[in-house]
């Protein structure tokens, strides 16, 4: 008697616990559910269904303006990822060099801890005590530091669980430090670094507070055009373009699961 | 320039500059474009300058203008927004984590993908998402009114709670994920052991579970409470604009005329405020898991 | 002597990454340089969002072979900051507001209009030129003006417990007289409003109030200041650009707004109406001026009489509802009833224009705007 009683209890239990975490899913993902099929309605406003339509999809697609500021957040995020790869493996050869530095790669962390906005700040002032115009390079050198802060810490944490012993081998075998890298490390390495690179790439694509504060006025992009959008008016436009932006995003976190099986990112 | 080159790499086996070469890009570009404007703010807050711009003294002015009513209660309201919103995370995050790590059995890539996935779409996207659930004829009152809990559409949007709730909602996955980490690097058999034993559950969860987990629960704090004392999208699209925060005041100031040197000042403050916060509540996080251990 | 050696390498391996560096930093103003010198004409307009329709720029371009780069500000305090800091470089045309205009002129910001280049000069709305931000029109020409005014649901009203019996008219006199008290009287029962985001307009419209009641604005302003903060707490939201949407979802039943936001909600919409408060309103003018590094006047000049040109002032009405500064075009097209309206509007008010005037300085309207949202209510 005792015993069904407990098992009932803990058959409770463990169906609270599914619940909670249903309800928390669904937290998190209704407001976004709701987007989607609301950039189907025929209103022009949060209100109730009237119709099925095609129409914001079709504005959309007429929208100059956003198309521009699609391309320059593309290109910035491009050249965002690539400097911050570049500099990151650098980096991360120096490294594998000189253990004596491995305190340093943890501390790239900061890039990413500081508060965007007192970076941005920062950045703002010593962009204008250099004289260089806001546009897309400042936003660019801004992103790298960024991706720096992410990619450093994760790469330097995979080549550590690296097996020694093959980097050992090649150099018992004659290859220099160069060609260690490029034809053992970096090989073993390369999954980690485009799973990086794509985890840079959107952290660029989306990144607000620091466009917001140095991209000047020339540079729009799409977060910034969101933005002035929500702030001048409340359009099912942005529903469609929310729903595209999920799908893009979503098969981008599918290509970077493929290529990082095992994500540790923390 | 050859001969440069060569220096560079033909000593290699053992001490050469190629590791330096490689190495100075990064850091370079770290000093110049991140410790340098971070020093810059620091700098500039304190010194003062006359009208042709060259330095002429040190003074603690701007700090002292901060000191008044209504900047003290923007700064107490940022921080109790984070506060507020690393407990209420904390609380929601843990049980979800444990639960993807333990229970979720053929489920978990699936919930693990969904978990990631908000990370990967844009910040605004989600506030945009808001609005459609929380306006006067948004989602969530037509569902209450057509259930018959309400009669009159509530007034949801604009107000702080909406504010609270987009926090709480945007943050969530930033703590959930760390948890899960650390909980997915924790031995699941030592709670079936403390169980053996004789434990309860609420003494295996703050014996067991809290203090091993502590690396991914410092994490978490970190990850969260920084980011939303800082936050001003937030309080101005989905509070109506009506109650600044750190982040709205540092934005105005910085981008204003004539007060970048007062934004300036603000950041540095509100910045000191949040470091001393952070390692207060850090220190207390510590403290509570040496208690429990 | 191997320190040194190592200490020198080691400089020269900085010295060529700092050096790689600055290339990458200054490639924006190699690319700006090479099309400078080998692309067609072009010039830079630094504009508000939605001055100018993009088919009727993109004509002009076809037409003239001179390419438009169109930026963006949302107030006038943006522009001016972007103005001082690049000294005006980089910008051909900008459309400052009337106030803005005296600020831009002082600090020598502006360069002197030829008029001989502006075509349309004979058709400009007399009201709009020799205004006082600008006498003898010697460094702007005026584009477009709007009026600032309340949007009210009267069908909402209408049905309010204190106005039955009212029909809509009524509604909307009762409001004309009541004019900006309406936003200010304490304390509407269940109903909030909407608010602009502009500093110097909310504060403008507080001091209008109190004048026209014959209070003081008080020491450091102490008075508009609690004018303000007492009203925060009916103020739905501050913003500039939404009213139309507050209106329209029925979130809020009265904003303050302009008759260009406003008229694209209430074109076909029986429910909203525009009230121009009687005890006085502000009106806002947008100017063509010219900055005064600007080198490229003649394609300057071109865009500005295109767009002043029969067919694109008539575009710009239909699309913006901004009362044109060339006001005699509107005869050559047929009006529905709203754009009637609008005009009737314009033609009533537009003997006694105020323009706001900047009668804070920025220290004290920054002090004024964070104790206001600051405060705690």
Redesign the interface.
Known sequence: MVDTLLRVRSHMV?NL??F??VG??A??????I??II?SFNKAP????WTGFTWQWYHELARTTHLWEAVMNSMFIAVCATVLSL???V??I??????RR?ER?ATF?Y??T???????A??????FS?LGVPLGRVTLV??H??LG?GYA?PNLFARLSELDNRLTEAS?DLGA???ETFRFVTFPLLRSSVIATGLFVF?ISF?D?VLA??CSGSTTQT??LY??SL??AE?SPT??A??AV??MF??S???VF?SYNSR???? | MVR?MR???NR??GE???????????????I???I???L??LF?SVSVFNSQGSLIGFSFASFKYFFS???V??IL?SLWLAFFNVSVCFL?AY??AY??VF?AGSFKPL?F?????????????????????L?????LN?FLQSVGLISKPLHL??SSFAVYLMMV?YY??FMI??LY??LDRFDGDLIEASYDLGATWWQTIWKILIPSTAG?IV?GF?MVF??S??E??IPE?LG?????YV??????????????A???AF?VLS?LV?GLSAFVCYLGIVRLIKMLK | MNVLK?FM??S???VF??A??IGLLSIPRLTSWLSMRFERPFITVFTWGNMFDIARVRAFEKETGIKVFLNFYTTN??L??KL?SSQGDGYDLIIPSDYAVEKLKKEGLLKKIDKSKITFLSHINQHLLNLPFDQHNEYTVPWAWELYGLGVNVDYFAQQRNFRGLNKKQVKNFFENKGWGALFDCCPQGYSVVMT?DPLEIFSFGALYLRNRGEELGPQYNNLLQLLVRQ?SW?????SFRADYFLI???SPLAVTTTAQMWQGIKNNDAFEFIVPQEGTYATIENFALPGASKKDDLVYAFINYMSSPESVVKHFEKFSFFPACESYLDSIELDVSQLKLRAIAREHQQKLMFFKAFLS??EK?RL???L????S
């Open positions: 463990k616990g599914r909670f975490v928390v899913y937290f998190l993902y209704m407001p976004i709701i987007l609301f406003f949060p209100s109730r570049i500099f990151s650098f980096f050869f120096f490294l594998a060099q000189s530095f340093v790239f900061v890039n801890v500081v508060p965007e906005i007192v970076f700040v920062g950045l703002l002032g010593l005590f050198v801004a790298t530091i720096m450093i150099y220099s430090a160069i959107m989306d607000f917001y504060f799409l977060p969101l933005l929500m702030r409340v942005v529903n373009l929310s932006l999920l995003s979503g981008l976190v599918m699961y994500a540790k990112l923390f | 440069l220096c560079v790499t290699f086996r050469n500059e190629l590791p330096f070469f490689f190495g100075t890009p990064a850091i370079l570009w770290q110049i474009f991140f340098v404007p971070l810059a703010i500039f009513m209504p900047y209660w923007v309201r929601v049980p979800v639960y993807l229970r919930l993908f969904l978990l990631v996935l908000p990370f990967w779409t844009n910040f605004l996207l989600h506030i945009f998402a808001w609005f459609f659930v306006e006067k004829e948004g989602f037509l949007l604009n909602y969530l996955p994920l760390p980490a650390a991914g994490t970190f920084v980011p004392f800082g001003f999208v699209l109506g604009d009506k109650i600044m982040g709205n005041v540092v934005s105005y100031l910085v981008l204003g005329e004539n007060t970048g007062l934004g300036g950041t910045c949040l | 190592v390498l080691r020269a391996i900085v990454w700092i790689v560096g305090e943006e001016h900051k001082l985001s925060r103020v739905e939201a501050y913003s979802t029925g979130n920025d220290q920054y705007w964070v104790a949202k600051a405060t705690r």
